[in-house]
């Protein structure tokens, strides 16, 4: 059963900052992985897709890595900003018995807080 | 910008009452998705929608849930005889086909059940 697992749960940083948050899954037979922001109170909102064929994907300041064989990927945030204080979530793309991409699996997400 | 859009946004319900809650994927979407989040818990995966019927479900959607396209647009989770432990956030979500599988979210929708 796939497990997803986040560290740290919750983070505090000075603006300016770069950081890198942490993704572990137990089983590498994925279709995919996403992150997420959640702000609080409210839904989910996609940052970057990684298909299990890619490495790493870019969106502005954000990079996203992933390395299937030893199940981690990371988020790497560039000069943090207080409008990145927000949980970020974690989740990976299993798939389903058709062999098409199924279900989205959650970590329980890292809370980062950027101070001024 | 396209995005997916869930009513009400808040709903309070009595225990064994029946809700239903709404979501507009976005157009063009074929692959439709629940999921739900217990206040402070991970989002769990309820259930997926393909070509009007459910492709996947998880172990929480029992028979108490099931889900329809009524139409060509709205996409409904239906909760027969809501518990306790049904109050969540329930979140809906969207991704055009296989050969671009990113998820969208709606905003959710706040279920409480007294």
């Known amino acids: 059963k796939q497990e997803v697992t986040q560290i740290p749960a919750a983070l505090s940083v000075p603006e300016g900052e770069n950081l890198v948050l942490n993704c572990s899954f137990t089983d590498s037979a994925i279709y995919n992985l996403q992150w997420f922001r959640q702000d609080p109170g409210k839904g989910l909102t996609s940052l970057l897709l990684i298909q299990s064929s890619q490495r790493e994907q870019t969106s502005g300041r954000l990079n996203a890595s992933l390395d299937k064989s030893s199940g981690r990927s990371t988020l790497y945030i560039a000069a943090s900003q207080p409008g990145d204080s927000a949980t970020y979530l974690c989740a990976v793309g299993g798939m389903n018995y058709g062999g098409s991409q199924g279900n989205l699996i959650f970590g329980k997400g890292t809370k980062l807080s950027v101070k001024p | 910008e396209p995005e997916v859009t869930q009513t009400p946004s808040h709903q309070v319900t009595q225990m064994g009452q029946e809700v239903i809650l709404r979501c507009v994927p976005i157009s063009n979407h074929l692959y439709f998705y629940w999921y739900r989040q217990i206040l402070g818990q991970k989002v769990e995966f309820l259930v997926s929608?393909?070509?009007?019927?459910?492709?996947?479900k998880s172990e929480i959607f029992d028979d108490q849930f099931s889900v329809e396209r009524p139409d060509g647009s709205n996409f409904t989770l239906k909760i027969r005889s809501t518990k306790l432990e049904d109050s969540a956030m329930y979140f809906c979500?969207?991704?055009?086909?296989?050969?671009?599988?990113?998820?969208?979210f709606g905003p959710g929708t706040r279920l409480t059940v007294l």
């Open positions: 979500a969207s991704s055009p086909g296989l050969l671009n599988n990113e998820q969208f």
């Open positions: 929608f393909y070509n009007n019927e459910i492709s996947e």
